[in-house]
């Protein structure tokens, strides 16, 4: 099944480059342009300037941020500004962050997976992926050959046999910075071989499922199969068959999964009252009338309330814009997804956000499903006051809240060969980008 190897990582020499603080930056397709920019004067040696480069208006085939990252890369070996370790190691990779009122930590290990196709069953996916973000992608791996982060992946161990050997690390971290979401990286190497070999025996038997990093997925299996067809032959066995991963337990309790709520515009023809109508033929609904005063604690009444209800029912909150109501909707009956997909999985079928597409915003919204990914009526986004304003200032003509998806779900529809609607899963924290590197041979 999957097979795991060590690797000699490069870091940084914050002895010349400064401070871990201002050269690592987070997850590239959560960058802002103007975050992008603010990264950029944080540092001359960010890696934002090699995984998520800004672009020039003279930009040319053979000039462009590609070639810059490439280049920059190189003369960053040569002064000295990164290195690479002498021994192959895993990267213990541990992140600590405040889950409300508690403290939550996730410990898994940075190596190289080998690249596999999907049809074996080895690497599982459970989102589709776009074009765009896999043409970049493979554009800045046919550049500089090199991983600057790593695919988030998760691997079932429910009697903890990797976590005891992670766990035994506890000396002073090597590595450890402080991200804006007040999150702690820390790293260690773990270069002994016993336990090395005890933890890629572990996962020998083991499926991948991937988290987060699907088009940095895509991406590595689309160059492995670049360098193959070049080559004419090959063992399997070249650095180009193995891509970097971060790789945790499905059972750990310090992952997390956040909600992606929906804010739905440009809807044509749309009628509040016509609508409530079509969802009580599918769902209860409650309605929560508030005043300004109110406003803020009643909504937070309407999360709570979901939340409470996640364990035994698909539950939604939603706001209309132009009114004074957070409405919860509660499915009546299952049976009316299976009828609607029959030829989709019962774990499929069953997740809220299955419902919420497929029922609300395709059946009786009329937005079809394939057009969901293109953003054209529907803005994805992950806190709920920022979500709630845009119903109230009039940007939205509807919200809708979502009860975060569960890591058993992923796993079942990823099991299951299904890939679940667009921005289903926002699993947290982020990796930072930039701790431990990855040149390819």
């Not at 009580?280 to 909504?299: A, M, V």
């Not at 919420?356 to 937005?367: S, V």
């Not at 845009?390 to 058993?408: E, R, S, W, Y």
Request: hydrophobic letters at 35%; a negative charge; aromatic letters at 10%.
């Amino acid at each position: 099944m999957a097979k795991i190897i060590p690797f000699r990582g490069i870091v940084y020499n914050q002895a010349k480059a400064g401070a871990i603080a201002d050269l690592s930056c987070p997850p590239y397709d959560i960058i802002s342009h103007e975050a992008q920019q603010e990264l950029y004067r944080k540092s001359p040696y960010n890696v934002i300037r090699l995984e998520y480069g800004l672009e020039s208006p003279g930009d040319t085939e053979g000039d462009n941020r590609y070639s810059r990252a490439a280049a920059l890369l190189n003369e960053w070996f040569k002064k000295d500004i990164l290195r690479q370790g002498q021994d192959p190691a895993f990267y213990i990779y541990e992140m600590e962050y405040k889950a409300g009122e508690s403290k939550k930590k996730l410990r898994g290990f940075i190596c190289l997976a080998r690249i596999e196709d999907y049809d074996s069953g080895i690497v599982r996916p459970h989102e589709t992926t776009l074009s765009g973000p896999k043409t970049d992608r493979l554009n800045l791996l046919r550049a500089c050959r090199a991983c600057f982060s790593q695919i988030f992946s998760l691997f079932s161990d429910p009697q903890g046999t990797v976590s005891e050997i992670l766990g035994k690390i506890a000396h002073k971290p090597e590595m450890e910075v402080k991200d804006s979401d007040g999150v702690h990286h820390r790293i260690w190497a773990l270069s002994e071989t016993g336990d090395i070999e005890a933890v890629a025996g572990a996962l020998a038997d083991k499926s991948l499922f991937i988290a987060d990093g699907h088009h940095r997925y895509n991406t590595a299996l689309n160059y492995r199969n670049e360098r193959r067809r070049a080559a004419g032959q090959f063992t399997g066995e070249e650095g180009y068959n193995y891509t970097a991963m971060f790789l945790a337990r499905l059972e750990d309790p310090g992952l997390t999964i956040l909600p992606a709520h929906r804010a739905l515009f440009n809807l044509a023809d749309f009628e509040p009252r016509r609508f409530e109508n079509d969802l009580n033929s599918y769902f209860n609904i409650e309605r929560i009338d508030f005043d300004k005063k109110s406003e803020t604690k009643d909504r937070r009444t309407v999360l709570d309330t979901m939340a409470h209800r996640a364990g035994h029912a698909h539950v939604f909150g939603m706001r209309v814009k132009g009114e004074q109501s957070y409405y919860l909707l509660t499915l009546r009956n299952e049976q009316d997804m299976d009828a609607l997909l029959p030829d989709k999985s019962p774990a499929y079928r069953r997740l809220d956000v299955s419902i919420l597409h497929h029922l609300i915003i395709d059946r009786l919204l009329g937005i079809k499903m394939e057009t969901h990914k293109l953003g054209l009526n529907i803005e994805y986004i992950k806190e709920a006051g920022e979500a709630d304003r845009k119903a109230h200032d009039g940007l939205a003509d509807i919200v809708f809240f979502m009860n975060p998806t569960k890591v058993q779900e992923v796993k079942e529809v990823a099991e299951a060969d299904e890939r679940m609607p667009q921005k289903a899963t926002y699993f947290y924290p982020k990796l930072l980008t930039g701790l431990v590197m990855h040149k390819i041979d």
